[in-house]
Nanobody
């Protein structure tokens, strides 16, 4: 069974930084998947945050709300995708999920993704 396991969430003050990680199980042919980060705040729909294509150095895409503050990257040897989050704002508070899509390019459409992690909570306080 394919597993994606997020870590790195927590409580941080506004303006601070966090780095999320998402490690894939060995069953996943990691380098053949585009990867995405999504988030869901209480009472809101899950939304796209960032995505990266199947290879290291491939195209990245970001939601307008996080451009210039968040950076997605991947390490295909470690089978891990990262989300570096800087200049955090209270409105970034949400459960963050990583997802994998058997595709070359990351899509902002959550329904394209085949595998999902369980999520990690990020809380940004004033």
């Amino acid at each position: 069974q394919v597993q994606l396991v997020e870590s790195g969430g927590g409580l941080v003050q506004a303006g601070g930084s966090l780095r999320l990680s998402c490690a894939a199980s060995s069953r996943l042919s990691f380098s053949l998947y585009a990867l995405g980060w999504f988030r869901q705040a209480p009472g809101k729909e899950r939304e796209f945050v960032a995505g990266i294509g199947w290879s290291v150095g491939s195209m990245t895409v970001y939601a307008d709300s996080v451009k210039g503050r968040f950076t997605i990257s991947r390490d295909n040897v470690k089978k891990t995708v990262y989300l570096q989050m800087n200049s955090l704002k209270p409105e970034d508070t949400a459960v963050y999920y990583c997802a994998a899509d058997r595709a070359l390019v990351a899509s902002p459409n959550q329904y394209e993704y085949d595998h999902w992690g369980q999520g990690t909570q990020v809380t940004v306080s004033l």
